[in-house]
């Protein structure tokens, strides 16, 4: 990012009516998936047809506003003309860039539609300036979605030696598996994260009263065990609650979600171009309310006045927050 240019607010939409919730918030951008396994929130009821995909870019068009298209997950074998298209699809609404993670799609996107906008994904779990040069050298890519694994000193080290800009998460669910990597779930369920684009998918999920206590089993798997009447989290594996040794607790990460608010003015000294968002498969009032909070933040910071923190606890995973890698203070 250039000395005096304003960071860029990358907000999530999960439908069409959150999207236009984001745009009338404040977002600089909004970023979406197409309601198939080309991207790596693949649910029920979340993410665009066709058609809304193409009314929900001309939206935000009309309203000063960019539309970012996730197909962030793999292709499968057999199966890449179903991502192959979707590129097509993007490139013929005016989409403003796609965030693509797969090398083969790269390669198929930047060949065929030279003026599209490319993306790097989280999911590619790019976190050197080395792997980083390589996409843009080789595929032209113009922006990195940066894994959740680095300080804010790492990062500031990445945009030293690199010729892209670096988008960075802000705020939301704080995935702490290795990008790319979400295998925990893929064993408990047989659906990949990566693949199929769903992480601990509902159809999963089973509650269970078991001796007087809830349990709540992800793919057979017993995630979590609360005593009855209490309030049982949705059992994802790697914010569950296990044995190791003489350890009996959350072993990857405590159910907390991500707020680096605070940190809006290190994260512009460092280089940072975007700061993003988490949470399509959050409601469009939540949407709503995190834009215009951290949007607040931006014009805060630009005009020199303190930053706000803390404003959204009540919008977040058990009411608690971390700063993440960004201060390495997970485990």
């Known amino acids: 990012m250039t000395v005096g240019q304003a960071l860029e607010l990358v907000c999530p939409a999960g439908t069409p009516a959150a999207l236009r919730a984001a745009v009338e918030a404040g977002a600089h951008a909004v970023y979406c998936g197409f309601n198939d396994e080309t991207n790596a929130r693949n649910f029920p009821g979340l993410n665009f047809s066709r058609e809304e995909m193409a009314e929900a870019i001309a939206f935000a068009h009309r309203h000063g506003a960019k539309v970012l298209v996730a197909l962030n997950t793999f ?34 996107a930047s060949r065929r539609h030279p003026g599209l906008r490319l993306h790097l994904s989280v999911q590619a779990a790019a976190a050197n300036a080395d792997a980083i040069n390589f996409y843009v050298r080789t595929f032209g890519v113009k922006r990195i979605v940066l894994p959740r694994v680095l300080t804010v000193q790492e990062i500031a080290a990445i945009n030293r030696e690199i010729e892209a800009e670096t988008e960075v998460f802000i705020f939301g669910g704080l995935c702490v598996m290795a990008e790319g990597r979400c295998s925990l779930s893929s064993y408990a369920t047989g659906k990949s994260p990566n693949m199929n684009g769903a992480c601990s998918p509902a159809s999963h999920v089973e509650y269970r009263e078991e001796g007087g206590a809830l349990v709540s089993r992800l793919g057979g798997f017993a995630i979590h065990r609360v005593a009855a009447g209490q309030p049982a989290p949705y059992p994802t594996l790697c914010k569950g609650v296990f044995e190791a040794g003489d350890y009996k607790g959350h072993v990857f990460e405590d159910p907390v979600s991500l707020d680096a608010a605070a940190l809006i003015p290190q994260l512009a000294e460092a280089g940072v171009t ?31 006045r303190p930053i706000a923190a803390g404003e959204l606890r009540a919008l977040t995973e058990g009411q608690q927050t971390t700063a993440g890698a960004y201060r390495k203070t997970w485990r």
Do not use: M
């Open 274 to 304: 975007a700061l993003k968002i988490e949470g399509r498969q959050r409601s469009r009032a939540y949407t709503e309310a995190v834009v215009r909070s951290f949007r607040r933040a931006l014009n805060d910071h630009a005009a020199g």
């Open 75 to 108: 292709p499968r074998a057999g199966a890449f003309s179903q991502w192959s298209a979707a590129v097509d699809d993007c490139a013929r609404f005016g989409a403003d860039a796609v965030i693509l993670a797969d090398l083969g799609l790269l390669e198929d």
